[in-house]
């Protein structure tokens, strides 16, 4: 079997280098690493490493300077902004450290707001993102305010809204960085509950070291560079 089959995304020599007047910044060095259907992966390193650049590169948020990202075996560099808008919308959901909810919009609403570009009736909308809501645990709060959530609700509202479209990927760029210890573990077992059961794939960046016991895959990376890839290490070691 062709293994590209099996990644939802592919980067090759991916490298990612920013300018700031004069001054430049290698925030990535030549990553190659595949994300495969099903991986419940996190990325990790120092403050300053790449994480979130990483996964921009991997969301298509961003381009790489050189180096080639393939979505589902399609390159993005081929593909006008439209075509790759459009690939996003459905193939991927996203999820912020700050949850990014509209205050004067319901639960409900927020999470109905990524089905408008899905051409779908209001009734349907409704009732999709209600089973998001049902799906993280929110049944009750589907008409709450965000201001009349937690932290941890509001951030399981995120999930619902990155869900409810149904993506093969969803990328959470430190999606506990403003909860506390028990909030955090509750959101990273939601997550790999939903992975487990749903088959979709997540990949979250963190700084917590007590978050990484609980994740199938972990990425490192120091200084742009990949230094340790778990999934890598079978096959390394089968290659002794
Ligand atoms: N838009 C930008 N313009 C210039 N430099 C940038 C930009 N975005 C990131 N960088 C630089 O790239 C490097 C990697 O940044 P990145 O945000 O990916 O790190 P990070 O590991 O996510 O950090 P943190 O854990 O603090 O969020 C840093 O040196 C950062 O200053």
Redesign the pocket.
Known sequence: MNPEQTNVVELSSVSKR?K?GTTE?D?LKEISLGIRKNDFAAIT??????????LNLIGCLDVPTSGEVKISGTRTSDLDEKALDKLRSRAIGFIFQSFNLIPVLKAVENVMLPLQLHGLKAQQMREQAEHALRQVGLEHYIDHLPDQLSGGQRQRVSIARALVTKPNLVLAD?PTANLDSSNSEAIIELMRKLNKESGVTFVF?T?DASLLGKVDRIIR?RD?KLQEDTAAAPLKKALG
Do not use: D, M
């Not at 390193?45 to 650049?53: D, F, I, L, Q």
């Open positions: 920013f700031l910044v925030a390193g120092p403050s300053g490493s790449g994480k979130s650049t990483l430190e960046s700084h990376i742009g």
